[in-house]
């Protein structure tokens, strides 16, 4: 157990729809990324939040949008949802904002019907 | 952007043999980390190499920095059934605030 928290493990819903995706961080860590894994695919970054704010971005779309809140628990916001969207998303977090160790969540497996 | 290549793509292997798979990179790294992910899982993190020359062991896997700092190495000793699964490299750059750069991974398939 990595003490990373993603909800919901899986989500079925169809194009077009939007949904919020999860994440608690393990205690004290400050930063959370959001990583992304299609089917078969290696893990492509989305962006990263360090206490609150935004620190880095990757391949991420514009229909996708992510916040860090005050307690440090983050979501990904995923809209107008298409089927090339179905895939594995993860959740990682680490103590510190620069490039380390990271700890990841068990997933939130989308599937856009 | 930061390219890692990753190879073999896919190992099936027989109970007990040893694996190597390593990762190249055109660019130097600080830091290298190998993960395992289970079907479903999370990646979870194996062993995390900070200086080139490294070797570090955990358990049966030992994992190497480079010299020249642009490649890493895992080898798997002994391979049980439970080694099975997807390995990653990671590789990170100099520049702190630069992200991780993942290789696409090792399929590991092992016969009983």
């Known amino acids: 157990d990595s003490g990373v928290t993603q909800t919901p493990k899986h989500l079925i819903t169809a194009t077009g729809q939007r949904v919020t995706l999860r994440c608690s961080p393990r205690s004290g860590d400050l930063s959370v990324y959001w990583y992304q894994q299609s089917l078969d695919q290696g893990l492509q970054f989305l962006i990263q939040y360090y206490n609150g704010e935004e620190r880095a971005k990757g391949n ?33 977090s680490r103590i510190g904002w620069a490039t380390g160790e990271l700890f990841f969540g068990e997933g939130s497996r989308l599937t856009v019907l | 952007g ?62 190497q920095f480079g010299i020249t700092r642009k490649d890493s190495f895992l080898n798997i000793s002994a391979s049980i059934p439970s080694d099975v699964g997807i390995y990653f490299c990671a590789g990170g750059p100099n520049n702190a605030g630069n992200m991780l750069t993942f290789g696409g991974g090792t399929r590991l398939m092992v016969k009983p």
């Not at chain 1, 809209?79 to 969207?85: C, N, P």
């Not at chain 2, 062991?57 to 030992?62: A, D, K």
């Open chain 1, 60 to 92: 991420i779309l514009e229909r996708f949008s992510a916040q860090q809140f005050p307690d440090l628990h983050s979501e990904l916001n995923l809209s107008s949802l298409e089927l090339g969207d179905s895939a594995l998303y993860f959740c990682a």
């Open chain 2, 2 to 63: 930061q390219q890692l290549n990753q190879s073999p793509q896919s190992m099936f292997i027989q109970e007990g043999e040893d694996v190597s798979m390593n990762c190249t990179s055109s660019s130097i790294f600080n830091t290298w980390l190998w993960y395992k992910q289970d079907p479903g899982e999370g990646p979870v993190l194996l062993i995390a190499l900070y200086k080139a020359g490294e070797l570090t062991s955990n358990g049966r896997l030992t994992a």
